[in-house]
């Protein structure tokens, strides 16, 4: 005969229990040292009933099932990648809503990841404050190898991606916004001509987030540009320079000019790129160092909105050329290099030091590295030489 002491079956419909059990003085042990199943077993050899009343358990084996079960969730945890690459948004930005921005999902799908990970791991990972949230010991301990992880699953990726059917490779590029509207277009199509099974996750991110995600491992190739101190761990490679334009309306007073200094806009509303962009970092510096203020009407995301804005004649902008270039054709705003040499930036190339990169990747480096720029000419030989004109200019 099968028992289901704890359960009902249609050959059993009501479940054996152990509450008329306990009026059964010699059955009290049995259910303190053995539990209630041990008591059903002993109550059923002595011929006596156990229908009709609820099972309950004593404080201590109720505390040991719990203490059991914690432990059997705990060795049957798993750690999935999307929640760990949501750890690592909350881990660098220090906030559950700018992660969730990030990443594209709601604010409250990041916070309940990060509590069922808390959960999984028995321990804190986060301190929640009013404006964001700081990284515990325990969570300090946690990205590092996380970021590990990561490099491991990519190059893996990489790497096992070549005996996948018709897929030879796989590259991670993570890209600001300048290089990837100018310059990676071009180069990826040329080099996917080389290697037609080599399948390429281009991002756009900010050049702060760029370089973050080589460091956790997330992208094999990033590329940023303006004078942003890589972090360490990283090896920095030169790959192409662009030139800042300063862009106005059409009928602005300066429209007509060849060229312009920065401190010749600095009276006019500017549109900026976001606080934190590169760019404008690179101008608040230019601003600070030659004594003046700027009076930013307007902060957007995209070059993009930043040119629209200008075009509605809400102010002017300072932008690479080359993003600008089809709007200045057709005649929707006007564009005029600045003549100021940190208007000349160099784009850069960043991989984590000491990684060994997957074929795919490797071959991808040596690409974009042949396509270095040359040394810098002057601001003023390169508008001699309308240089500018020739050139696409990054974020």
């Known amino acids: 005969m099968r028992l289901f002491p704890f359960s009902r079956t249609p050959s059993q419909p009501r479940r054996l229990t152990t509450g008329r059990l306990r009026a059964c003085s010699f059955l009290g042990p049995a259910l303190h040292a053995g539990g209630a199943a041990e008591a059903t077993r002993s109550a059923l050899a002595a011929g006596v009933s156990t229908r009709n009343t609820p099972l309950r358990r004593t404080r201590s084996e109720r505390g040991g099932l719990a203490h059991r079960g914690k432990e059997t969730e705990r060795r049957a945890m798993r750690l999935d990648l999307t929640t760990l690459r949501i750890f690592l948004s909350v881990y660098n930005l220090r906030s559950l809503t700018r992660a969730a921005e990030r990443e594209h999902i709601a604010p409250s799908a990041v916070s309940k990841r990060i509590h069922d990970l808390e959960l999984d791991l028995d321990t804190p990972l986060f301190r929640r404050h009013p404006r964001g949230v700081s990284p515990t010991a325990a969570g300090e301990a946690l990205v590092r190898h996380v970021q590990a992880l990561f ?65 956790d491992g997330v992208a094999d190739i990033g590329v940023y540009g303006g004078n942003v101190q890589a972090p360490p761990g990283t090896r920095v490679l030169d790959y192409r320079r662009d030139h800042l334009v300063a862009v106005l309306p059409t009928d602005h007073e300066l429209a007509g000019r060849d060229s312009l200094a920065f401190s010749e806009i600095q009276g006019s509303d500017h549109i900026s790129l976001e606080t934190g962009s590169s760019l404008q970092v690179l101008l608040a510096g230019a601003a600070e160092a030659a004594g003046m203020r700027l009076s930013v009407k307007i902060e957007v995301t995209t070059f993009q909105a930043a040119w629209r804005m200008v ?60 396509a270095a720029a040359a040394p810098f000419p002057s601001a003023k030989d390169a508008l001699l030489n309308h240089e500018w004109k020739d050139a696409p200019a990054g974020r």
């Open 311 to 370: 075009e509605a004649g809400l102010g002017v902008a300072v932008m690479p050329k080359g993003v600008v270039a089809s709007a200045v054709e057709e005649g929707r705003v006007v564009a005029a290099p600045l003549t100021d040499d940190w208007a000349h930036r160099r784009l850069s190339i960043c991989v984590r030091e000491g990684r060994d990169l997957a074929a795919p990747a490797r071959r991808m480096l040596e690409h974009l590295t042949a």
């Open 151 to 215: 490099a491991n699953v990519n190059r893996l990726e990489a790497d096992l991606g070549a005996y996948a059917s018709g897929v030879q490779g796989q590259i991670r590029i993570h890209a600001h916004s300048s290089a990837v509207v100018q310059y990676l277009p071009g180069d990826i199509s040329d080099f996917l001509r080389q290697h037609p099974g080599v399948r390429i996750d281009l991002r756009e991110e900010s050049t702060n987030a760029v370089l973050q995600s080589v460091v």
